[in-house]
């Protein structure tokens, strides 16, 4: 699946449910996909789980983990929900997600889990689906928007804007171009 592919799913959900603005409210994204969002204790490894059962859909997230980290997780969960999930049950368990591993130019071992339900390909898949949908293009352009140089600071203040880690947030800039690859 082609990045614009991801990127407009991502973009069609948040017009769909009209929630373009910071921070993204993933909950009543998960709402509209008739998902329901719980906090759990899980290893510290576990990231998050999606259960599609009949027509229950549930999101588990680490509630050990960072707010930042539960809301990758969760937007992660839900990209597997819509790019992933034709039909039937299935079931998704996502260990050691990390925002790094969502550069295009990683190798997709970095993607491999033993025991994994879903390919490296599905994982980055829904790392970018998360990416898009937690720092939509058209609203993180319209906040960068004639700004040409960047600090930390800068990319601190977006980041804590859109509930993401600023390394999210640096990836993302990066990927839109907004910031070059010597930051
Ligand atoms: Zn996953």
Redo the contacts with the bound molecule.
């Keep these: 699946m082609r990045n614009e592919e991801i990127e407009r799913s991502a973009s069609d959900l948040l017009h769909s449910v009209g929630v373009l603005k910071t921070p993204i409210p993933l909950h009543r994204i998960a709402t509209f996909l008739k998902a329901e969002i719980h906090q759990q204790t899980f290893e510290d490894m576990v990231s998050g789980v999606l259960l599609i059962r009949g027509d229950e859909r549930h999101i588990m997230v680490n509630k050990a983990h960072h707010p930042n980290r539960q809301r990758f997780t969760i937007a ?2 839900l990209g ?1 929900l819509v790019l992933h999930h034709n039909s039937g049950d299935r079931l ?1 368990i ?1 260990t050691h ?1 990390r925002a790094y591993q969502r550069r295009g130019s990683a190798a997709s071992g970095v993607y491999e889990e033993p025991g994994s339900t ?1 390919t490296p390909a ?2 980055k898949e ?1 790392n970018q689906f998360a990416s898009a949908l937690l720092m939509p293009r058209e609203l993180l352009l319209s906040k960068t928007v004639g700004r040409e140089f960047w600090d930390e600071l800068d990319v601190a203040a977006l980041a804590a804007e859109f509930g993401v880690s600023e390394q999210a947030m640096t990836i993302r800039l990066r990927q839109l171009d907004v910031l070059d690859s010597i930051f």
């Design positions: 992660h969960e597997h998704f996502d997600l879903t599905e994982e829904a």
